[in-house]
């Protein structure tokens, strides 16, 4: 019985080695390649459960999904004689698990076969465009000229490539600097220009306000030199009627104008003579000088004498006698307040 149950397990176990040496699995990320003494027999593409021939087939497993290859960063010399600095990847995927065997072996040696010729393919093709191509206008189309270049270089590893994306383009760092300043340059220029059209527009409207201000102010002020010389008018028509009405009223409103104009503060000072006609409201009620109503005698200023050749060419009534007033007319005195002269006080009957 125990002899039984030994072989049973020794037989079992044997079967189980032999499974394991005979079976493996094939995920569904996964393709393989079954191997006879290092050549291949054949592709298994399909997931599940496989078998080999212990100790004389291997087999070799190959990811099914996409892989990513990303380069270095190198220096391409654009068509404008402008140096970048371009930094790119790919993806690609194993669709033929036998010729990637034969030509690359394996991922690493892939990598870096597929990785030159990315490289390559972006050096030329990045060596015929321009910078402003490069970096905004044509990159798209770039991308997809340098796709179809290394798809067909990398046909014969057995791979083909998804996806070529250009990360990062950018100037060497000696040109970044002079690039800097001369954009920095253009955008100071192009601000000037600016502020010199709105200088200069606003030169345009600031003169045409100020000429409608001065067309403005003519037109005011002949409107109101116009509206002031019709009230003077007025005003003089008005002091031409009260005048004529009461002359003596009219003549006593003027002088209590004039007293007020000139008696205005505390330190005026007037030097006038006593008998001056300024003060004839001060000398009498009526504005009359002297005492009881009576006119003062007004003062004459002398007449001029004319010195004859000889006596006989003056008559002995030309010749007024001493002491006697010329029959000319009182001169008034000038108001001092209004500059006008003062109508003469009416003469006592």
Sequence with gaps: MSRTLTLSLVVLALAAFVAYLTLFTVSQTQQALVLEFGKPKRVISEPGLQYKIPFIQNVEFFDKRILDIDTASQEVIASDKKR?????????????????????????????????????????????ATFASVVRDKREELMRTILAQVNQEATPF?????????????????????IYRRMQTERQREAAEWRAEGEGASRRIRGTADREVTVIKADATGESERTRGTGDAERNRVFAEAFGQDPDFFAFYRSMQAYEGALKGDDTRLLLSPDSEFFQY???????????????????PPAPTVKPSSPSDVGPSEVPEQGAAVDSGKVPERNVSTGAIPSPAPQAP
Excluded: C, H, W
């Design 158 to 178: 057995g791979v083909k490539i998804v996806d070529v994306r250009i990360k990062r383009v950018d100037l060497p760092e000696a040109n970044m600097q002079a």
């Design 84 to 128: 970048l600095v371009v930094d790119a990847f790919a993806r690609y995927k194993i669709v033929d698990p036998l010729l990637f065997f034969q030509s690359v072996l394996d991922e690493r040696i892939a990598s870096s076969r597929i990785g030159a010729v990315l490289e390559a393919s972006l050096r030329r093709v990045l060596g015929g």
């Design 282 to 300: 001060f000398n009498g009620a009526n504005g009359k000088t002297g005492q009881q109503g009576t006119q003062a005698p007004s003062v004459q």
